[in-house]
């Protein structure tokens, strides 16, 4: 939804004019008894109160839609042309560039032309450019999410020939560390989880091949039209490759609910087919289509129908866990396991015949023996077409699945489509690799919007729609829609290849100016015209991810192992919390210790045991589809990092490595400290500081102060 | 926004000035209450300072006594003398069909065992399983038509905390925060007590804050003296150190030239409340210094009621010290050390209620001559109740067509009872109430509106209450 303007006149008496606030609440009521008149300690106080308020919604504590009371979104519209001519369904056209870009300014590329166009509508200047020491290190957590090396930062400052810094950017997009970085954004939006949540949070050992598909995928740069027909359709592509069906393990990463005792076998598949279609909606189309299941969908042009229409498209689909052992190992590991599990079904079925402490001591013999099972063999958790057990597609009653209406057979959603073009038949072989093919359809007026606009996002702080996976009427409308559609053009053009379009971004002159104006007039007058910096007349700075602050940690210490890929590591964590698992025998400690300082994505992400680190600085909670984090500020995360094992931990290891390095020298110690963690030289107020605590205070207490400063924790 | 471009820069300008010369440069604030004690709370710059309700509210806090597993309502707060008739029966054709997780068509009904009296000047009926809190009737409003969709713990947890049948979605007490803040600086806003014999199976996301900012999650309290992670320093650290360590964190974050901003107030101000929770909340989970009395009340250094006392009393000092919502969990490892009697119904239950009846009278009674029931609105109850028909012989299978839960305090009528289930407590037919409901009910005795209560979440205003609830009027 647009943000509704909103002003509430706080009436203050003894300031210079009414000051008034201008905001997206939260509800109206938020604003109820912010004036003087409850708070009558004077304006001072009132004025702390509307301070506070606009700081509370600066933090996103009232990112919240207004009142749906008093403003209602604009309904859907009944008719059909005139819902097409809602702006994310119309097609996608190549806009000319500006013309002739604003005196003065400076342009790299062509985003620059359309971001400065809108900045001189409204008078604004972009800020000055960031310096090189602010450059490398914005880049280098941007693109590889992790510091720039002390060297590599000297290298940079010393290099003053045309093209360095570009030459830089190319450096760090080859980098496998890029793969790292960008595939966490993408793991975020499908809910990229290793276990499936519920009551058994049963571990899918082998899913981590897809996250490593994805790093993979991202670091060679494979077309994203190619990237999404593998998720959708890996396993229908001949001839099938490994690399295609682990892609599909896309369809296996939602909550999954297994019950014991009598099946609900008509409801589970139900829900399995939910989990399937509303993904889509959220990462590829950028549509809340998993509002259309229950009633037609309120805010946009997709009826019900359609919502089961694109079901249909999973209609055939079931789980397929592919083996990759040899016929073999195959066929000893079945040999074993089947002697086991015919032990199982035996003690189960006297558990069921058994009363009381029997049917207890027969319930404990289970599950030792479920702990003892022969491990299973090399698998990809895919899915495939299962023809046989194709679920019939009706239009469900309030989304009920025992309230079948019409049937219906698989077809896009109508408004993103002629609206005679009938139903596909629903023996089709290659269901999915159809829908693949509609939404990858050069033509389609949403998929290359909606990832151009995820990239924009992740490297500029806010998308030009600023709400990733709605693009529908609830969601933002574009900042720049030219620019958006430009781009979206370009990624078709060149083939649907991603890299180019990030060199483009981190490029633009627009990228590389400060966070900071020039001077505090220019500040204010551009917050008064652009308080949210849509037109981004400064550069956004940003708080580092959990993910990047634990591995920043990491890296500084010296401790950061860069092994790639592979299963899944699970850390030491307090036994508390394994204890607050239904299973805690679940939580198996990896064995090698080096293996616990890897990077984060290789940290096994178990949906009912999220590590307290990730969970406090905003790590998504691994069951619905996150477009874009929180960045949530708060008194816990300060705890963490002070008190927690993790930082402490690591400061140590720190402090270990400064004394290690700076042979004794106070003052090359500071010097040390600060290029590791915060890439530059310390100024003389700051080498002053540190020298003063340094006489009295142990260095790990340092070590510690300095992975809890703003430097540290927001990239400029 | 452009409407009201000049009047939003007045406002930004002048919080600018504000900032520089109210505090002579806003970094000066962010320790202010260590170098300082006097209070410069910052008017609010915690994201949990407290908001004011949507409407007038009855109550401040909720302490929710959460039954893990499902207690039956048979045993418990709905007498059913022709159960016990038709003990070893089928279910008569006319109380129609129900689906259990484990029972199977056609099994005999169970009857029960427990002998009911009337209690209070309200003659409220409550089996023997709970003398202590029988005596206490009149502040219960007890509801026999409360029903959920799903008859799976998972599913039945996750719908009662956060009215969804999946994971995901932020549950009451983080909506509560989200709400309405927090009244304490130094306590957690929201809090779990786990029982420490281990988890449910929803596992932690049924707590959770879902979509909700990270600051709305829940504390999971540890079992022991020491309840809150990282607020112990780290060993071999003394405060004097740590003190003198958040000295240099704000004199080098002050040092450089960034100017200062929102973002970096309030997280200087957050480094502030960290400092004050860790010197000031340990106090308060210190139970040693208690009245023996109230040691007694509770019944802790007794079993088998000493460590769900423990955790009473706990949340009556949390809630008097200004936490908004405290769950205080009753079961958690295998089903029989929850409620989740499924192979004997006599035994689990016994056990359960003599754990669990004292500390809960404890608390009710407790809050009530320290003036805090009218405030705290009491909730007791579990995802299900259990089946009229018996599993194995002697236990119950989850049942959530029609089962029991209680509310007290928190403006509620107390002394009543709302709904009521058929002849053999299969169905409620009198009055249904939905989680939702009770969920509306909670959100209206705390002056917020359901409708109004949203967070923007995959395109729509989402609210905990999902579809409409109705706020049982009978009660409130």
């Not at chain 1, 009232?62 to 309904?75: E, G, I, W």
């Not at chain 1, 099938?240 to 892609?247: K, P, R």
Request: charge should be neutral.
């Amino acid at each position: 939804m647009r943000p509704p303007d909103r002003s509430l006149n706080l009436g203050l008496s003894g300031q210079p004019g009414p000051v008034t606030l201008c905001a997206q609440p939260m509800n109206r009521h938020d604003f109820v008894g912010f004036g003087v008149s409850r708070h009558s300690a004077g304006w001072r106080s009132a004025f702390c109160r509307v301070l506070a308020l606009g700081i509370a919604l600066v933090h996103g504590l009232a990112r919240a839609a207004a009142d749906p009371t008093s403003a209602s979104p604009p309904p859907a519209s009944t008719n059909a042309t005139e819902a097409r001519q809602f702006w994310s369904f119309q097609p996608v056209r190549r806009p000319a560039l500006p013309q002739s870009p604003p005196g003065g300014a400076l342009t790299h590329n062509p985003i620059d032309a359309f971001v400065l166009a809108r900045l001189e509508e409204k008078g604004l200047d972009p800020s000055p450019p960031a310096s090189k020491g602010e450059l490398i290190r914005r880049l280098c957590f941007d693109l590889i999410g992790l510091p720039p090396a002390p060297e590599d930062i000297r290298a940079f400052l010393d290099d003053a020939s045309a093209g360095a810094y570009e030459r830089l950017v190319d450096r760090l997009l080859n980098r496998p560390e890029f793969g790292e970085r960008w595939a966490q954004h993408w793991l975020d939006v499908v809910r990229y989880a290793e276990t499936e949540g519920f009551e058994y949070d049963r571990h899918l050992p082998e899913a981590w091949r897809y996250r490593d598909y994805v790093i993979q995928a991202f670091n060679e740069d494979k077309p994203f039209d190619r990237f999404l027909t593998e998720q959708l359709a890996g396993d229908e592509l001949t001839p099938e490759t490994q690399e295609q069906l682990t892609a599909a393990i896309f369809h296996r990463l939602g909550p999954v609910r297994r019950n014991a005792g009598n099946p609900e076998i008509a409801l589970s598949r139900n829900e399995v087919l939910t989990e399937r279609t509303d993904v889509i909606g959220a990462a590829f189309l950028g549509l809340t289509v998993g509002c259309a299941r229950c009633h037609d969908h309120k805010f946009d042009p997709i009826s019900q129908k359609d919502y089961y229409r694109l079901q249909a498209y999973f209609a055939a689909s079931q789980e397929n866990d592919i083996l990759l052992v040899s016929a073999d190992e195959k066929k000893d590991w079945e040999a074993k396991s089947k002697a086991a599990q015919g032990e199982l079904r035996r003690l189960r079925q006297a558990a069921d015949r058994a009363e009381g402490e029997e049917r207890t001591q027969l319930n404990n013999q289970i599950e030792a023996l479920e702990s003892k099972m022969p491990s299973y063999p090399a698998t990809i958790p895919s899915i495939h077409n299962d023809t046989d057990q194709r679920t019939a597609i009706h239009v469900l009653h309030r989304g009920q699945w025992e309230k079948k209406g019409e049937p219906v057979a698989m077809r896009p959603p109508s408004v993103l489509v002629d609206e005679s073009l009938p139903e596909l038949p629903m023996d089709l072989a290659r269901p999915r690799t159809e829908l693949a093919r509609w939404l990858t359809d050069p033509r389609h007026p949403l998929t290359a919007r909606v990832i151009v606009n995820r990239l924009w996002q992740h490297h500029f702080g806010v998308g030009l729609v600023k709400t990733p996976n709605d693009f529908g009427h609830n969601g933002d409308r574009p900042s720049h829609p030219e620019l958006l559609d430009w781009l979206a053009a370009e990624l078709v053009r060149n083939g649907w290849h991603l890299k180019p379009l990030h060199r483009l971004m981190v490029c633009s002159a627009i990228y590389q100016q400060s966070s900071q104006p020039a001077g505090a007039a220019v500040m204010a007058a551009a917050g008064r015209i652009d308080p949210e910096n849509r037109l981004l007349w400064r550069f956004q700075q940003r708080r580092l991810s959990a993910e990047e602050i634990r591995d920043t940690m990491l890296a500084v210490c010296g401790r950061l192992n860069p092994r790639r890929g592979g299963p899944s590591v699970m850390v030491p964590v307090d036994s508390e919390l394994v204890q607050l698992l239904y299973k805690p025998a679940q939580w198996e400690v990896s064995r090698n210790p080096g293996d616990y300082d890897r990077r984060s994505i290789y940290l096994i992400a178990k949906r009912n045991l999220r590590l307290p680190f990730m969970e406090t600085f905003d790590q998504p909670p691994l069951l619905t589809s996150c477009g874009r984090r929180e960045s949530s500020t708060h008194a816990p995360q300060a705890l963490e990092m002070l008190n927690g094992q993790l930082s402490n931990a690591l400061a140590t290891a720190f402090a270990q490595r400064l004394e290690r390095e700076s042979g004794g020298d106070l003052g090359a110690l500071i010097e040390r400290a600060y290029a590791l963690a915060l890439g530059r030289s310390p100024t003389s107020a700051e080498h002053r500081l540190a020298a003063t605590f340094l006489q009295e205070q142990p260095l790990r207490e340092f070590a510690l102060a300095l992975f809890n400063l703003n430097a540290f924790l927001y990239v400029q | 926004m452009s409407s009201n471009a000049a009047a939003h820069s007045r406002l930004t300008r002048t919080r600018r000035e504000f900032v520089r010369d109210a505090f002579c440069g806003f970094g000066s604030l962010a320790l202010a209450s260590i170098l300082r004690p006097q209070d410069l709370r910052a008017a609010g710059i915690n994201p949990l300072s407290e908001r004011p309700p949507h409407l007038p509210a009855k109550a401040k806090a909720v302490i929710f006594l959460f039954m893990a597993g499902g207690p039956s309502h048979l045993e418990t707060f709905d007498p059913k003398p022709l159960l016990n008739q038709l003990h070893g029966q089928a279910r008569p054709k006319e109380f129609g069909e129900a689906k259990y997780q484990f029972v199977k068509t056609g099994a005999k009904l169970l009857g029960c065992k427990r002998t009911f009296a009337r209690h209070g000047q309200s003659g409220l009926e409550i089996s023997d399983l709970f003398p202590h809190l029988a005596t206490c009737a009149d502040h219960l409003a007890v509801i026999r038509s409360c029903y959920g969709d799903m008859v799976v713990h998972s599913a039945a947890q996750y719908e009662l905390f956060t009215g969804r049948i999946v994971p995901g979605y932020p549950s009451m007490g983080s909506w509560l925060t989200y709400g309405l803040g927090s009244e304490s600086e130094s306590l957690p806003a929201y809090v779990v007590m786990p029982d420490p014999k281990g988890a449910l199976e929803a596992g932690q996301p049924m707590y959770a804050n879902g979509f909700l900012p990270a600051v709305f999650q829940p504390t999971m309290f540890r079992p022991g003296e020491r309840p809150v992670l990282n607020l112990e320093l780290p060993a071999g650290v003394t405060l004097a150190q740590r003190r003198r360590t958040l000295r240099l964190i704000n004199e080098l974050n002050r040092a450089n030239s960034t100017p200062a901003d929102e973002e970096f107030n309030a997280r200087l101000n957050a480094y502030d409340l960290a400092f004050k929770m860790q010197t000031e909340s340990p106090k308060l989970f210190d139970l040693s210094k208690e009245p023996a009395e109230t040691m007694q009340l509770y019944g802790i250094g007794q079993q088998p009621t000493h460590d769900y006392g423990r955790r009473c009393l706990l949340a009556r000092k949390l809630v008097e010290n200004g936490v908004r919502f405290v769950c205080v969990v009753a079961g958690g490892g295998p089903g029989n050390l929850q409620w989740d009697a499924h192979n004997d119904i006599e035994e689990n239950h016994l056990r359960k209620a003599a754990e669990t009846d004292r500390p809960m009278a404890g608390l009710l009674l407790d809050l009530h001559r320290r003036g805090l029931l009218d405030s705290t609105l009491v909730l007791w109850g579990g995802e299900f109740g259990r089946s009229p028909e018996a599993e194995s012989g002697k236990g119950r299978d989850h049942h959530n067509l029609g089962f029991t839960m209680w509310m007290a305090g928190g403006g509620i009528k107390g002394g009543q009872v709302v709904g009521a289930t058929d002849a053999i407590g299969l169905r409620a037919i009198e009055n249904p109430v939905h989680f939702r409901d009770l969920h509306t009910t909670i959100l209206h005795q705390l002056g917020l509106d359901q409708t109004r209560l949203t967070y923007p979440h995959l395109g729509r205003n989402e609210r905990l209450t999902f579809v409409e609830g109705k706020v049982i009027d009978q009660i409130v």
